[in-house]
């Protein structure tokens, strides 16, 4: 990372930031291009190991990119707003936090984690607790993201 002054290494600073984003980007392989889809995700973050669960259709391009290759990218950020340069234009730039990580995509085929996945992404969507049923689990694909290398960046606002 470029600029150490904005690396996050505090866990409740990353729980923050996966808390209050709404999408990941996953990005996989498509051949000779990335292919990157934007999904709702629910997360588990411990002891720095992050794992996310997002969900889809039970038929697509992404389920079949996951199983040719698992091998992916994620991509976690919050606009906070801009930072003024005043009458300055060069100086102007974006509050933000964000997360990158890559690691492994994987289909949940077991029906147990598929509904703790799916409980953790209406949670982390919502802030309410849903209980998932097997049968509700028959109509989507759950897929989870291991992350194996991860890092996590801020710009704040300057108090005033």
Avoid: W
Wanted: proline share 2%; glycine share 8%; with cysteine.
């Amino acid at each position: 990372m470029r600029r150490e002054d904005r690396r996050i290494t505090e866990d409740n600073e990353i729980v923050d930031i996966l808390h209050s984003a709404e999408i990941v980007h996953l990005g996989l392989m498509d051949g000779e291009y990335p292919y990157i889809v934007p999904l709702h995700y629910g997360f588990i973050y411990e002891d720095g190991k992050l794992t996310l669960y997002m969900h889809g259709a039970v038929e697509g391009k992404k389920l079949d990119l996951i199983r040719s290759n698992e091998n992916a990218f994620i991509e976690i950020d919050n606009n906070n707003g801009i930072v003024s340069g005043g009458e300055i234009p060069c100086r102007y730039g974006a509050a933000y936090a964000s997360i990158m990580a890559k690691g492994k995509a994987e289909i949940v085929e077991n029906v147990e984690e598929k509904i703790k996945g799916l409980e953790l992404l209406m949670s982390n969507q919502t802030h309410r607790n849903f209980e998932i049923t097997p049968m509700m689990t028959r109509s989507v694909r759950v897929i989870k993201f291991s992350a194996e290398e991860m890092s996590a960046k801020a710009r704040k606002v300057a108090a005033k």
